[in-house]
């Protein structure tokens, strides 16, 4: 028989729960959105610092932000990736704004439809729009250096040819440059700000000036003349690490912390450089960048993450967590690290920016992600409407495809570029090309015809390449494919000084060499190291002048396979383009391109170039988006500078593999 108390028992529960439930969901439909509750009476004030704490249009907020490049991830995804993040209960996205996409040639700007191959990820205006329209507050880093594991930290290659230092007083023309691209960019920014109706709470003067060793107020000063001649009203804020002493900041701006662990350290050193200032982190590390030839992707516990971020929070901090959204160094926008001019110490990055962050680099919510949204729920107090978390993207194995032609590099180049005479061998930066802009990224090729090479013969390089080369004679790659990490200090890559190889056992009579060189990233430091080869070449002892020089820049326009393509099977010794097509049916789904079978290069899927590879990891897979592809054919073309397999795989995940035996 059923006991009466135990039912009553439970229709009473029964009630508590659907109270509980009813209320908690008028509760949330009834809560104001963010921008509904600060600016609810309409807008009198920004983000103000007048206090020890944060004021936004007079009411007091706490920064629940995180890093996110708009640059890193194609536009279709924006509003998912921003969405997570307010999802997530952050209230702001902080982006920085990369100057060498917008200006990729001098006086030529891409802000979206400029013509540039990087077009379609640049339409900041909409970005910061979309942002606004996901209940998102913007902190703006506009630079002009952002470092970020970009190329050249985000300036301009084309500087060089104008400029002998960067980031200082003393070069009127940096500051020429400067102005004249803020001259665009900051009226764009302008109108977007939180006290004309937009979500710009905050821009970034700088970024991490501390870190040239350089006290320059005078600089940074300029810089800040720029912004309010143009009408930024909101806060200007400047970032180090507080043990730099403010030296990379000046009066009148807030100072702001960048660290990974010890928050109250820092944040110490921080309250103690600017009392009664409120306390911004404005980079808290979750997790790091992987270079190439790294013995693993970097990954960080979620414990000692969210240890730090609560940390934070408590101190009390407002924070920015970079990355929050991983991302991907498409084309050839990978940095480099290295010390100024030490090449041993040269260390390119990956092509993914995955920064084992909170959101994926395909988008996916990591362990990370649901350990903020439960720390700022138990903290904020000011309580606003959040959006249900989108819906993973499914990621799929696409069937293998099977190459189709293939072209030997040394045929193809007249199709890669217009061809330059000199005289002398010029680095990329020199060419007279691009509106006088010079070559920024790729590769370059060197070519000399009718040579006469003696059996045994050496071809000499003087210094260094920069950064990695290949040497064919008559089409056949001359050196041998590396095996293994020690490879890399020998001929072909960048350690070795004043290198040497032999061109041919026997006598040859009017023979073409071919020297393709790669920019395989540049010193995210933002000092100029020139790219390609300068100077003279020599075989033995006689030097080598009257050369061929052909920019393979890879621009959205080349389409060598479908010029004079060729059929051939042994890619054992050979430098080649390898062509495939796949055929979607359907809306294109998310995928990765496996290519643990390959050596060393580029891949583009139909004209765009996804990004480099490396068998000497970690990463193993590169991320395509589906917004790169297409319903129906799709092309896709591998630079491999080595030995190719005959089919190209696609795998459903991230691949982070170090090989066998090359990292004892």
């Not at 293939?406 to 060419?431: H, N, V």
């Not at 920069?466 to 064919?472: E, F, H, K, N, P």
């Not at 790219?531 to 002048?545: E, I, P, R, T």
């Amino acid at each position: 028989m059923l006991d009466i108390r135990l039912l009553k028992q439970f229709t009473m529960n029964m009630s508590r729960a659907l109270f509980i439930f009813a209320n908690l969901f008028l509760l949330a439909h009834s809560l104001p959105t963010l921008y509904e509750y600060y600016t609810k009476d309409g807008i009198q004030a920004g983000l103000s610092d007048a206090k020890p704490y944060f004021t936004l249009n007079n009411k007091n907020i706490t920064i629940y932000s995180g890093s996110f490049h708009y640059f890193r991830t194609p536009r279709a995804y924006w509003r998912d990736r921003l969405r997570k993040m307010r999802a997530a209960g952050l209230n702001t996205v902080t982006t920085y704004v990369p100057w060498n996409l917008h200006e990729p040639q001098t006086g030529v700007f891409d802000f979206g439809n400029g013509g540039s191959p990087f077009q379609d990820f640049l339409h900041l205006d909409e970005f910061l729009k979309t942002a606004k329209n996901e209940d998102l507050f913007v902190l703006v880093r506009s630079g002009p250096y952002i470092n970020s594991e970009w190329e050249l930290g985000g300036l301009p290659s084309w500087l060089a040819k104008h400029c002998r230092t960067v980031r200082n007083s003393i070069d009127a023309k940096f500051l020429y440059f400067v102005k004249r691209y803020f001259d665009v960019l900051l009226p764009l920014l302008a109108k977007h700000q939180f006290q004309k109706g937009g979500p710009i709470i905050a821009i970034q003067v700088e970024n991490e000036y501390a870190n040239t060793g350089r006290h320059d107020p005078v600089y940074l000063n300029t810089l800040k003349q720029m912004y309010d001649d143009h009408g930024i009203v909101e806060i200007l804020c400047t970032c180090d690490r507080p043990s730099e002493q403010g030296r990379g900041s000046i009066p009148g701006i807030l100072q702001t912390a960048n660290f990974k662990v010890d928050a109250k350290g820092h944040l110490d050193m921080l309250k103690e450089l600017q009392p009664g200032k409120p306390l911004m982190t404005m980079e808290f590390w979750t997790g790091w960048f992987d270079h190439w030839m790294d013995p693993r992707h970097h990954t960080d516990s979620v414990t000692r993450f969210r240890t730090v971020l609560e940390q934070i929070m408590d101190y009390p901090s407002s924070v920015n967590m970079y990355m929050f959204v991983g991302g991907t160094d498409f084309r050839f926008m990978n940095g480099a690290t290295m010390s100024v001019r030490n090449f041993s110490n040269y260390l390119p990055d990956t092509t993914s920016y995955d920064y084992d962050a909170p959101i994926s680099e395909n988008g996916a919510l990591t362990p990370k992600y649901y350990a903020v949204k439960e720390a700022i729920a138990q903290r904020n107090s000011i309580k606003t409407k959040l959006p249900d978390i989108p819906e993973a993207r499914k990621l799929v194995a696409y069937p293998s495809v099977k190459v189709t032609n293939r072209i030997l590099i040394s045929d193809a180049l007249l199709y890669l570029g217009k061809p330059l005479q000199s005289e002398k061998l010029l680095a990329m930066e020199q060419l007279p090309i691009n509106n006088n802009s010079g070559q920024s990224y790729g590769y370059i090729a060197y070519r000399k015809e009718n040579l006469d090479i003696p059996a045994g013969a050496k071809l000499t390089i003087p210094g260094y390449v920069r950064d990695t080369i290949l040497v064919l004679v008559n089409g056949k790659l001359v050196q041998k494919p590396p095996k293994q990490l020690s490879d890399i200090n020998g001929f072909g890559f960048w350690i070795q000084k004043d290198s040497s190889i032999v061109l041919s056992d026997k006598d040859l009579k009017n023979a073409t060499v071919d020297l393709i060189v790669e920019n395989f990233g540049r010193n995210t430091l933002g000092v100029f190291v020139l790219k390609g080869l300068m100077g003279d070449v020599f075989l033995n002892s006689q030097a080598l002048n009257n050369w061929t020089i052909i920019p393979m820049e890879f621009a959205s326009s080349w389409i060598p396979y479908q010029v004079h393509q060729q059929e051939f099977v042994d890619t054992s010794t050979n430098s080649a383009i390898h062509k495939f097509k796949i055929h979607i049916q359907g809306d294109p789904q998310d995928t990765y391109l496996d290519m643990r079978e390959w050596s060393k290069g580029i891949v583009t899927v139909n004209g765009f170039v996804l990004g480099r590879y490396f068998f000497l990891g970690p990463q193993q897979a590169l991320y395509l988006p589906a917004p790169l592809l297409r319903n129906g054919d799709n092309d896709i073309v591998v630079f491999e500078h080595f030995k190719a397999p005959e089919m190209l795989k696609f795998i459903d995940r991230a691949v982070y593999e170090t090989p066998g035996g090359l990292y004892h």
